[in-house]
């Protein structure tokens, strides 16, 4: 029989707790309906796009600022996106306006405006007469979180017609940089959950960009590379519900907007590791270093014996590194044996690093684009079916993810043919593999240097460092030609472009005053001919003219005219530099 004495406290006990339980509950409900309300006249800023990663911090002030002087006019926050120069004019009757969102792989990372694959598809595009503006928020180190934010508290004010998606490369290193810290995901990736879940959560722990920054992101914990944790598994899986969400959130508003997206899959290089490079051997060498990568462009560019006259050997470094995991891959393809060489590669290209979209990313951008019924520019296999024996390699990347500019114009008229099917307009006349083509005939057809030469098409002053960088070499070089030759007065003013734009008219006053010196600078030799035979590199010359004509149309035309008169490039073309003053901004004040 029951001890009535006992169970009645027992009784009351549970009573108890399911009171306070229930009162519990129904008490934090009410402060998080609360805190929600709250958040309705406070929001608490982006949630999602919150990061422990320096560069990827986003600013607490107007993402989009008036010029003055330039009724209408808007341009981003200093460092929010990588076209620091960007400006924004009223939308034009008739013009067709492109936004494109994506990592450093769209903004540009090392070449430079002009010569983006999002410049491309604009030129393309555009070819027939029509007026196409592409505004490229590309930004280094974003990630879609981060993407998803700026787009919905910009685009009310960009006015797209169309916004192309191309994004994957970012998205796990916030995520492995804060499992490192820890030591393990369960907590970091439930602390992230609560966070976005729970507007409680976010009052109590408010994580709000950082202030006091001018640029908006400096730099809170690490940007160190993380290394592999080993549970990527997981950090995997919220990666990529993370990306779902965010292109749900940006379909969302492109349709309040009234703009059609077009989602693109993410290649990558196939052929490049960080640190236990093929070329890492040559560590130090600069000048050996030089004379590979030289040699092994032009070899891709069609010169069969390039590889032939090299003093150095490509093959030492890995034949002689037993740890290197891709020696057995690098073999091979110096060696003539591709389809062995393809094969180690694939095998080999998990080692590196998660700063590039993989497989399991790709098939994610697919599947979530297919389900919310967004076209899919398919670049990743379109760039696997172009290269040779499968791999995409050096001749349309610089290192892991970053295009060169031939990688440009074949992704550029890709995404170009899409999005004219996407919004039934004529497609370009060029399909990509012909758009290459003629690039590659043009470079092919020069009779100097193919690597440093082929970089003047569009590409900044700091591809060589780049290399120098990616390569493994430890040190920053600046290679811009010889101290006051054209090339070197070409990339000082493609740089000094770049810095400026029509709230800044000194810089774009120094850019013009560069590429007019360029134009008008004395004749380089031909290699091999004798040294009295000077002539002006062809395709440079129409590129400096081009760029000059270029500025003169733009919205600061008005303002250079003024100050050189009406035939500014015929006095750049004769050695007159109509805007030469000791005032002008210098590529060292960068």
């Known amino acids: 029989m029951a001890d009535s004495s006992s169970s009645a406290p027992r009784r009351s006990a549970a009573r108890t707790a399911l009171f306070v339980g229930v009162a519990t509950f129904l008490g934090l409900a009410a402060v998080e309906g609360g805190c929600r309300v709250l958040e309705r006249w406070l929001p608490p800023g982006p949630v999602e796009a919150r990061s422990a990663v320096g560069f990827q911090q986003l600013p607490d002030t107007p993402l989009l600022r008036p010029i003055e002087g330039f009724p209408g006019w808007l341009r981003p926050a ?184 077009l989602v693109g899959t993410v290649a990558a290089n196939h052929r490049y590791r960080p640190a236990k490079h093929e070329w890492n051997f040559l560590e130090g060498d600069a000048w050996a270093l030089d004379e590979v990568r030289s040699a092994y462009f032009r070899w891709r560019y069609g010169d069969e014996q390039a590889l032939d006259s090299l003093t150095v050997d490509p093959l030492r470094g890995p034949s002689r590194d037993a740890d290197y995991p891709c020696a057995d891959a690098d073999r091979a393809w110096y060696a003539g044996e591709p389809t062995q060489a393809a094969q180690a590669y694939a095998a080999c290209f998990a080692d590196a690093g998660l700063y590039r979209a993989d497989d399991a990313m790709n098939a994610v951008i697919r599947d979530e684009a297919q389900a919310l019924g967004l076209r899919v520019a398919d670049v990743e296999t379109a760039l696997h079916q172009r290269a040779e024996h499968g791999v995409p390699d050096y001749d349309v990347f610089y290192d892991y993810c ?18 004219s099917a996407l919004l039934g307009r004529r497609p370009p006349a060029l399909d990509p593999a012909a758009a290459e083509a003629r690039h590659v005939r043009l470079w092919t057809q020069l009779p100097y240097d193919h690597v440093r030469f082929a970089s003047w098409l569009g590409v900044s002053a700091d591809v060589p460092a780049l290399a120098a960088l ?121």
């Not at 970053?402 to 043919?417: D, E, K, M, Q, W």
């Open 78 to 261: 200093p460092g929010l996106i990588d076209d620091s120069s960007l400006v924004i004019p009223p939308k034009e009757d008739g013009e067709l306006r492109i936004v494109t969102l994506g990592g450093s792989a769209v903004g540009g990372w090392a070449v430079a405006r002009r010569a983006t694959f999002s410049a491309v598809m604009g030129q393309a595009m555009g070819a027939d007469g029509g007026d196409v503006r592409v505004i490229n928020l590309g930004r280094i180190g974003y990630a879609s979180a981060q993407m998803a934010w700026l787009f919905e508290e910009m685009a009310a004010e960009l006015e797209p017609d169309l916004v192309l998606v191309v994004m994957g490369n970012n998205e796990r290193h916030d995520l492995a940089v804060e499992v490192a810290r820890e030591g393990r995901a369960e907590p970091v990736l439930r602390r992230r959950e609560l966070f976005r879940l729970s507007a409680l959560a976010r009052r109590l722990r408010p994580e709000r960009p950082i202030h006091g920054d001018p640029d908006g992101r400096a730099g809170v914990g690490s940007d160190d590379p993380p290394t592999h944790p080993p549970d990527l598994a997981e950090i995997d899986a919220y990666a990529h519900a993370r990306w779902r969400r965010s292109l749900r959130r940006i379909a969302a508003m492109a349709e309040v907007v009234g703009a059609p997206v």
């Open 402 to 419: 970053h295009y060169t500019p031939r990688g440009n114009v074949f992704v550029g008229h890709l995404l170009a043919a899409e999005a």
């Open 470 to 590: 990616r390569y493994g070499e430890g040190t920053i070089e600046h290679d811009l030609g010889p101290d006051g030759s054209a090339l070197a007065l070409a990339f000082a003013g493609n740089r000094l472009h770049d810095r400026g734009s029509v709230a800044e008219l000194d810089w774009l006053e120094a850019a013009a005053s560069s590429w007019c010196r360029a134009l008008g600078s004395p004749l380089k030799p031909i290699p091999g001919e004798p040294p009295g035979d000077l002539v002006m590199d062809p395709l440079l010359a129409i590129e400096l003219q081009s760029n000059l004509e270029s500025l003169l149309r733009g919205p600061a035309g008005n303002h250079l005219r003024d100050l050189a008169g009406p035939d500014a490039v015929e006095a750049c073309v004769a050695g007159r530099d109509p805007w030469h003053r000791d005032a002008l901004p210098k590529v060292e004040d960068i």
